[in-house]
């Protein structure tokens, strides 16, 4: 073996791929956690979600940018369905409310909801038409929710400016009534 290359040499070779793996593990683990979901509540997921609403209406054949905006949506329906109800209204009146906007006023609530978002939605109209027959308050998180996939004409509440909360009724009239422009 002394008369081998270098590259050639089993250990040399080992030592150098070993190195090279664990390089690309560090790598890989260092985008994992960059890639992993951003507290709702943080400017850096408020901004992601904008900035996605607006290169989606740039660029609405962006793959990456539709599965992108999936799984931020969810986040925020998630979001929207666990918070407290009476955290709901300073929630949704803070800056949570530019990106739940930005959702609302994007072309991409026109893409088709794949498999698992139907699904999902499926169980959220379930648990707001249940909630509301009981307590219309208690079913203001599962309207949030639904808000972020539903199209004008799929989400109809009778009588909404009493039945909705002040705070709420403007994007619902401005998002959703018949008189709101079509997405």
Same mark, same amino acid.
């Given at each position: 073996?002394?008369?081998?290359?270098?590259? =050639?040499?089993?250990?040399?070779?080992?030592?150098?791929?070993?190195?090279?793996?664990?390089? =690309?593990?560090?790598?890989? +683990?260092?985008?994992?956690? %960059?890639?992993?979901?951003?507290?709702?509540?943080?400017?850096?997921?408020?901004?992601?979600? *904008?900035?996605?609403?607006? =290169?989606?209406?740039?660029?609405?054949?962006?793959?990456?940018? @539709?599965?992108?905006?999936?799984?931020?949506?969810? +986040?925020?329906?998630? !979001?929207?369905?666990?918070?407290?109800?009476? +955290?709901?209204?300073? @929630? /949704?009146?803070?800056?949570?409310?530019?990106?739940?906007?930005?959702?609302?006023?994007?072309? !991409?609530?026109?893409?088709?909801?794949?498999?698992?978002?139907?699904?999902?939605? +499926?169980? @959220? %109209?379930?648990?707001?038409?249940?909630?509301?027959?009981?307590?219309?308050?208690?079913? =203001?998180? /599962?309207?949030?929710?639904?808000?972020? /996939?539903?199209?004008?004409?799929?989400?109809?509440?009778?009588?909404?400016?009493?039945?909705?909360?002040?705070?709420? *009724?403007?994007?619902?009239?401005?998002? !959703?009534?018949?008189?709101?422009?079509?997405?």
């Amino acid at each position: 073996m002394a008369n081998n290359p270098p590259f =050639l040499d089993s250990r040399t070779f080992s030592a150098k791929i070993g190195n090279l793996f664990k390089q =690309l593990f560090e790598e890989y +683990q260092s985008m994992t956690a %960059i890639s992993s979901p951003k507290p709702v509540l943080s400017p850096e997921f408020l901004n992601l979600l *904008i900035g996605c609403a607006n =290169l989606y209406d740039i660029d609405p054949s962006n793959a990456s940018m @539709v599965s992108q905006l999936r799984t931020i949506r969810r +986040q925020l329906a998630d !979001f929207w369905i666990n918070t407290p109800a009476d +955290q709901l209204k300073n @929630v /949704y009146q803070g800056e949570l409310l530019r990106g739940q906007r930005a959702i609302l006023g994007s072309g !991409f609530k026109k893409e088709p909801l794949n498999p698992d978002e139907g699904l999902f939605l +499926q169980q @959220v %109209i379930a648990e707001l038409n249940q909630k509301a027959a009981a307590n219309p308050a208690d079913a =203001l998180n /599962y309207l949030l929710a639904a808000m972020l /996939y539903l199209l004008p004409d799929k989400l109809k509440i009778g009588n909404a400016q009493n039945t909705l909360p002040g705070w709420l *009724i403007g994007d619902y009239e401005k998002f !959703f009534s018949s008189t709101s422009e079509s997405l």
